[in-house]
């Protein structure tokens, strides 16, 4: 049986939107999918961005983000006009939130995978029955079922399925021994994030180490990016550190991780000695009321502790910002972004990367249920047949300008006016800099 791995190219309305490294590594997502039903399919795992996928294959599977959905549905429907027999599968962040519209809508989509793809691609190559297989959505008798959630661990992969790739010096290559987020499991989901499982999976460090020495022995990689959403979970950077072999010394990490846990006594020092050289840490805002709503427990001085210890060593920070939380105002705002420019003068060594974005109530999010059960942004959106209880695809530029027009007391185009002025200046000063999904560009 062949199976296609697809992360389509991204749509052409968030075209714009720079993915931050200059290469396309393939997506760690799809390689764990592929590693698992290696032994029962023959699978290719393509990337859109630099090759063009085939579709001749029993199976098709798509990787459904928001920037890439419209694409994801446009290589499901041209697979099944050129093979009605084959299978069409979406998965991903994206498609785990939205997978009863996406049944409804689009008959050339026979199953969406919510969560974690591994055991639901294995269930559908094996042939097992469908209320058998978990994480799975399936239409039967004009209604959408879902199954069971199964949460696993990733296996290890190497690159022998996927048709090409690309990774140069600058990129970091991604590996997944993190899923989910510890944050969330402990606290709850930040209310603007899409997460979709609360819990977290890890592998163990033994087995941490040895996903990097296949990738380093076969292709060379020395410069990795774990993709959990928080690293410090718990103990594990220290275990990582226990457990690491004499020989991978050399191996460089990027990580994510929020200013509650790097503030405390410790841990950017374990850190720097696991060799991480960039962080990505989930600022958003400093403005305390603001924080509070959303759930967030720092606060400016601990930020600007947090980038002391990473400059004394050597660990660069990308930062986002984000406009328009519920209960902005123009004042908070501006003192928002007077508080990232500061940071680029005080820590000119230390930043990598500023992210100026306007809050997306992103579908999954809390966020997103506040809008669309708010009568004014249901009146305002649901224009020319849109709907925010049917539809699988969103105008996220008028949605998040309704949001901030409902739930803050900030005015728009101010807000656009600092995220376009964030990036200028930030891009003039030599910085990388971006944008979450493209609104207010
Ligand atoms: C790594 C990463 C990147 C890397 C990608 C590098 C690479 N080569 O893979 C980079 C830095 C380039 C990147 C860029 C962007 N990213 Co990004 N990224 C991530 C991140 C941190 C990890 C993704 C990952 O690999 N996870 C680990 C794997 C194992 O999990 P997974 O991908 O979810 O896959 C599993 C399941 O989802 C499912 N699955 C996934 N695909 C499929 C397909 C099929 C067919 C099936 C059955 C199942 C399935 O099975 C997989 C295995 O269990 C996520 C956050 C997160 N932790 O998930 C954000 C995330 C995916 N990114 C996001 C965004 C918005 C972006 C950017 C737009 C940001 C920006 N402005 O720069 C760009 C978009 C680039 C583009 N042009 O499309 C959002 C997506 C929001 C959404 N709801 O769609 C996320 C969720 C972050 C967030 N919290 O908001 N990103
Ligand atoms: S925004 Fe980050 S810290 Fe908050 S729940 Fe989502 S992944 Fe966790």
């Known amino acids: 049986m062949k199976v296609h791995l697809i992360r389509p190219k991204t749509d052409e309305l968030y075209a714009p939107v720079k993915q931050v490294y200059s290469s396309f590594p393939p997506p760690v997502g799809l390689s764990c999918i592929g590693s698992e039903i290696r032994d029962c399919a023959e699978v290719s795992i393509y990337d859109g961005n630099i090759i063009e996928p085939t579709l001749e294959a029993d199976i098709i599977g798509l990787q459904d983000w928001v920037t890439t959905h419209k694409e994801a549905l446009a290589l499901a429907k041209r697979a099944k006009q050129q093979n009605p027999n084959c299978i069409t599968v979406l998965g991903g962040i994206n498609a785990s939130h939205l997978a009863p519209r996406i049944l409804m809508n689009h008959s050339f989509v026979d199953y969406v995978v919510s969560g974690h793809g591994e055991p639901a691609m294995a269930g559908l190559v094996e042939g097992r029955l469908l209320d058998?297989?978990?994480?799975?959505?399936?239409?039967?008798?004009?209604?959408?079922?879902?199954?069971?959630?199964?949460?696993?661990?990733?296996?290890?992969?190497?690159?022998?399925?996927?048709?090409?790739?690309?990774?140069?010096?600058?990129?970091?290559?991604?590996?997944?021994?993190?899923?989910?987020?510890?944050?969330?499991?402990?606290?709850?989901?930040?209310?603007?994030?899409?997460?979709?499982?609360?819990?977290?999976n890890i592998i163990s460090p033994e087995d941490f180490w040895t996903q990097i020495r296949i990738l380093k022995d076969r292709y060379s990689l020395t410069y990795f990016f774990e993709t959990g959403d928080e690293f410090n979970v718990g103990t594990y950077p220290q275990r990582l550190l226990d457990a690491r072999p004499e020989d991978l010394r050399d191996i460089r990490l990027r990580i994510y991780a929020y200013p509650e846990i790097l503030a405390q006594k410790g841990v950017i020092d374990?850190?720097?000695?696991?060799?991480?050289?960039?962080?990505?840490?989930?600022?958003?805002?400093?403005?305390?009321?603001?924080?509070?709503?959303?759930?967030?427990?720092?606060?400016?001085?601990?930020?600007?502790?947090?980038?002391?210890?990473?400059?004394?060593?050597?660990?660069?920070?990308?930062?986002?910002?984000?406009?328009?939380?519920?209960?902005?105002?123009?004042?908070?705002?501006?003192?928002?972004?007077?508080?990232?420019?500061?940071?680029?003068?005080?820590?000119?060594?230390?930043?990598?990367?500023?992210?100026?974005?306007?809050?997306?109530?992103?579908?999954?999010?809390?966020?997103?249920?506040?809008?669309?059960?708010?009568?004014?942004?249901?009146?305002?959106y649901e224009q020319d047949g849109k709907s925010l209880s049917r539809d699988d695809d969103f105008d996220y530029q008028k949605l998040t300008e309704l949001f901030i027009e409902t739930f803050t007391e900030a005015d728009i185009e101010f807000l656009k006016g600092l995220v376009i002025r964030g990036k200028k200046i930030t891009k003039e000063k030599g910085y990388l800099t971006s944008t979450f999904i493209g609104v207010g560009e």
């Open 270 to 380: 374990t850190l720097a000695r696991l060799q991480v050289r960039e962080l990505y840490m989930g600022v958003e805002t400093v403005n305390q009321g603001l924080l509070t709503n959303a759930g967030r427990q720092y606060n400016a001085n601990a930020v600007e502790g947090i980038l002391e210890q990473m400059n004394a060593v050597g660990i660069r920070a990308m930062m986002p910002f984000m406009f328009g939380l519920p209960g902005e105002t123009n004042d908070t705002a501006q003192e928002n972004f007077d508080f990232s420019q500061r940071l680029l003068e005080r820590y000119p060594e230390t930043i990598k990367m500023m992210q100026y974005s306007l809050v997306v109530p992103i579908i999954g999010s809390e966020y997103f249920v506040m809008a669309s059960t708010a009568k004014k942004v249901r009146e305002a």
């Open 132 to 200: 058998e297989i978990p994480n799975l959505n399936y239409r039967e008798g004009g209604l959408v079922k879902r199954t069971k959630q199964k949460l696993v661990k990733s296996p290890f992969f190497d690159l022998e399925q996927v048709v090409e790739w690309e990774c140069d010096e600058e990129t970091p290559f991604p590996i997944s021994a993190i899923r989910g987020c510890i944050k969330s499991a402990r606290e709850g989901i930040c209310k603007y994030c899409s997460l979709f499982n609360e819990r977290v």
